[in-house]
């Protein structure tokens, strides 16, 4: 399977306690973004990757939320000190960006989520 | 700011028969994508189809068709022939400019289509 990958799939832990997402981007991809997506909502951009760069971070990532992509391939996102309010869908998706400007844009391939619930 | 609404929180429809759902957005891009996302119950979302700005004619794939209305800045998707497996939440969705990629999601609109 050469798609975006995630791990793990379901997370449940007790408020207060740390956990961290995996995500696998597909192999040639240098675009990496994450999202959650809360119970019949759309999901909300988190931050993007340009390689190992972390290029955006949206103002829902509190000072608990840290992401890291070491090596421009998979991606981590810890969540510190879990509140209730954290539980939702953690999307990961990847795509390829060539850097040219008004290029044909990219899809963005997305990953199945790691369901985090917060007790 | 961009804004995507979706104003149709859930749509049902009979197999075979058509389904239009509705998305409005908000930008000040002159030139952008549009996309609609298919998110089926506990699986991947996918790209259904895809609409340039500055192409006049709307985007077909398959049973898959838009209406885009850019003065009024209206995108929406027409299922044809709609099939069990259509079932699914949809996301209409835009893009920031055209190279930089972070989405802006609606809210989403469930479809059921019944047998």
């Known amino acids: 399977d050469t798609g975006v990958s995630q791990d793990p799939r379901h997370k449940i832990t007790k408020r207060g306690q740390n956990v961290t997402f995996r995500c696998d981007p597909i192999?040639?991809?240098?675009?990496l973004y994450w999202y959650r997506q809360t119970l019949g909502q759309g999901p909300e951009f988190l931050t993007y990757?340009?390689?190992?760069?972390?290029?955006?971070k949206s103002r829902l990532l509190s000072d608990r939320f840290s992401a890291e992509r070491p090596k421009g391939s998979f991606s981590t996102l810890e969540i510190q000190r879990t509140e209730q309010g954290d539980s939702a869908m953690y999307l990961c998706?990847?795509?390829?960006?060539?850097?040219?400007?008004?290029?044909?844009?990219?899809?963005?391939?997305f990953g199945p989520g790691t369901r985090l619930t917060v007790l | 700011a961009q804004t995507v609404t979706q104003s149709q929180p859930e749509m049902s429809v009979q197999e075979a028969e058509t389904v239009t759902l509705s998305c409005t957005y908000d930008?000040?891009?002159?030139?952008?994508?549009l996309f609609w996302y298919k998110q089926p119950p506990s699986r991947q979302m996918i790209l259904v189809i895809r609409?340039?700005?500055?192409?006049?004619q709307n985007a077909t794939e398959n049973r898959f068709s838009v209406n885009f209305q850019k003065a009024a800045k209206s995108f929406s998707l027409k299922i044809s022939d709609s099939q069990l497996g259509d079932t699914a939440m949809y996301f209409c969705?835009?893009?920031?400019?055209?190279?930089?990629?972070?989405?802006?999601f609606g809210q989403g609109t469930i479809l059921t289509v019944h047998p």
């Open positions: 998706a990847s795509s390829s960006f060539s850097g040219t400007s008004g290029s044909s844009y990219n899809e963005q391939f």
């Open positions: 192999s040639e991809h240098n675009r």
């Open positions: 990757f340009q390689n190992e760069a972390q290029l955006e």
């Open positions: 930008t000040s891009e002159n030139n952008y994508y």
């Open positions: 609409q340039e700005a500055y192409k006049q």
């Open positions: 969705a835009l893009p920031l400019g055209t190279s930089y990629g972070k989405l802006t």
